[in-house]
């Protein structure tokens, strides 16, 4: 099966940098994928890797090694609105996608 | 703009009641997918569907069915509702070409009494 494991609570400042990382196994990995869930809201998608290296989309990067089975995503120049929940996310050759338990990034003034 | 619409988006109903959940897409997505969303246990799959009248279980399947008549809509269904199926219930669908991006309708939560 796939297991996943990320922080549950993360905090920082507003302007800061903040690192959320994802460790998973799985067998038939295609890629990792990011998404944000603010309270009472729908996930909605923000990055995917499938090979290693960095990925950069605006304020938000995500990074994935495959070797350690391992990924990141990287938020920088926080703003109160990035306050939510984050998940990554295995994508498999199967089809299926299997969710970490998310995030919870609290960004404080 | 993809959108994803579920039926309800709070619903209340009693032990051993069938209870449907219905879920709507209009991107013309293959694919279409049912998780539930506790505290700390982030999205758990139940069901996905590859296409029309096909179905998959998903981790936790037990106590739920699916239905997929037409390719826009994906029912989930509880054919007698227990107080452990009180959950946030979330339909997702995504196009068979872009596997990793998956686009997520508002939600239901249920709260079976």
């Known amino acids: 099966g796939q297991s996943l494991e990320q922080p549950s609570e993360v905090t920082a400042v507003e302007g800061a940098i903040v690192q959320i990382n994802c460790t998973y196994q799985?067998?038939?990995?295609?890629?990792l994928s990011w998404y944000q869930q603010h309270d009472g809201g729908a996930p909605t998608f923000l990055s995917y890797?499938?090979?290693?290296g960095l990925e950069e989309t605006g304020r938000f990067s995500s990074f994935l090694s495959r070797s350690d089975s391992y990924g990141y995503l990287l938020l920088q120049e926080l703003q109160m609105k990035d306050s939510a929940s984050y998940f990554c996310?295995?994508?498999?050759?199967?089809?299926?996608?299997?969710f970490g338990d998310g995030t919870t990034l609290t960004v404080k003034p | 703009d993809v959108k994803v619409t579920q039926s309800s988006r709070y619903l209340v109903k009693r032990t051993g009641e069938k209870v449907f959940l219905e879920c709507v897409q209009d991107m013309d997505h293959e694919n279409m997918f049912w998780y539930r969303q506790d505290p700390g246990l982030g999205l758990r799959l139940i069901y996905f569907?590859?296409?029309?009248?096909?179905?998959e279980k998903g981790d936790i399947p037990e106590g739920y069915s699916v239905s997929r008549e037409k390719k826009e809509r994906f029912s989930l269904i509880l054919e007698s509702a227990s107080t452990n199926q009180t959950s946030m219930y979330l339909c997702?669908?995504?196009?068979?070409?872009?596997?990793?991006?998956?686009?997520f309708g508002p939600g239901t939560r249920l709260t079976v009494t």
């Open positions: 890797n499938a090979l290693d």
């Open positions: 799985t067998s038939g990995f295609y890629g």
């Open positions: 997702a669908s995504r196009d068979r070409d872009r596997a990793y991006e998956q686009y």
């Open positions: 569907s590859y296409d029309v009248k096909m179905k």
């Open positions: 996310a295995v994508n498999t050759n199967a089809g299926k996608s299997t």
